[in-house]
């Protein structure tokens, strides 16, 4: 039974900073990618970064240089440090584990979705 459960959101002032985590279990060998995805009501879901096994990683542009991801095998759990937060960075934050396929960045077949955690930037 795969898991993926987020924490870390909250509500932050503009400029300040939030560390979301994204904790896996039921996953054996690991998975090949984490990404991190936020929705806004109303609005599509957007890709905001993803680490492979590999350890590279992507960004949108949209967090280029405020957002970083990494990952600490140890704990099957990975972070996204959200940094220069701003009111358009409010959202639903989820993460999701393991794509199928042929890796497309955020348009990949991700198998496992967290519920997701809030982030409200005002």
């Known amino acids: 039974h795969v898991q993926l459960v987020e924490s870390g959101g909250g509500s932050v002032q503009a400029g300040g900073s939030l560390r979301l985590s994204c904790e896996v279990s039921?996953?054996?060998?690991?998975?090949?990618?984490i990404g991190w995805f936020r929705q806004v009501p109303g609005k599509e879901r957007e890709g905001v970064a993803a680490?492979?096994?590999?350890?590279?990683?992507i960004y949108a542009d949209s967090v280029k240089g405020r957002f970083t991801t990494i990952k600490d095998n140890r704990e099957n759990t990975v972070y996204l440090q959200m940094n220069s937060l701003k009111p358009d960075d409010t959202a639903m934050y989820s993460c999701?584990?393991?794509?199928?396929?042929?890796?497309?960045?955020?348009?990949?077949?991700?198998?496992?979705w967290g519920q997701g955690t809030q982030v409200t930037v005002s």
């Open positions: 680490i492979r096994r590999d350890g590279r990683t």
């Open positions: 039921g996953i054996t060998e690991g998975t090949n990618c």
């Open positions: 999701a584990a393991d794509y199928v396929g042929v890796w497309d960045d955020f348009n990949s077949d991700f198998l496992y």
